[in-house]
């Protein structure tokens, strides 16, 4: 298995205005705007990424990280084996990915995802 993608994601509570905040300060545009999400990513270059979250529509916590991966059941079985907390079950979201959330040894909510 391989990660395709990390992208960080901050919690804000104006997304319209963390948007333009984040645009000005980094020269970032919007490459995906979902009313409650937002990635932006450098002008040509998606290859960096960072995300803006108000509040998850679908899940009890908003994620620290969101980590795209080509074998989403393989990392959720060594996941469950390995007695990490899986805080938002698998589930396939009206966006078009499949994900789960765990919950690491210090806290940090995670996002596993994979592309439908």
């Known amino acids: 298995m391989s990660t395709q993608?990390?992208?960080?994601?901050?919690?804000?509570?104006?997304?319209?205005a963390a948007i333009e905040a984040?645009?000005?300060?980094?020269?970032?545009?919007v490459i995906m705007n979902?009313?409650?999400?937002a990635t932006l990513?450098?002008?040509g270059d998606h290859s960096v990424q960072i995300g803006l979250i108000t509040s998850d529509p679908t899940a009890?916590?908003?994620?620290?990280?969101?980590i795209e991966v080509d074998d989403l059941d393989g990392v959720y079985r060594i996941a469950r084996e390995n007695g990490w907390e899986i805080v938002h079950d698998l589930a396939v979201e009206?966006?078009?990915?499949?994900?789960?959330f765990l919950r690491d040894a210090d806290g940090n909510i995670i996002n596993v995802l994979s592309h439908l």
């Open 22 to 29: 984040y645009r000005r300060i980094t020269g970032m545009e």
């Open 60 to 66: 009890p916590v908003n994620p620290s990280v969101s």
């Open 5 to 16: 993608r990390i992208m960080p994601l901050i919690t804000v509570r104006d997304l319209d």
């Open 41 to 43: 990513s450098p002008p």
């Open 94 to 100: 009206e966006w078009g990915v499949r994900r789960f």
């Open 34 to 37: 979902h009313g409650w999400i």
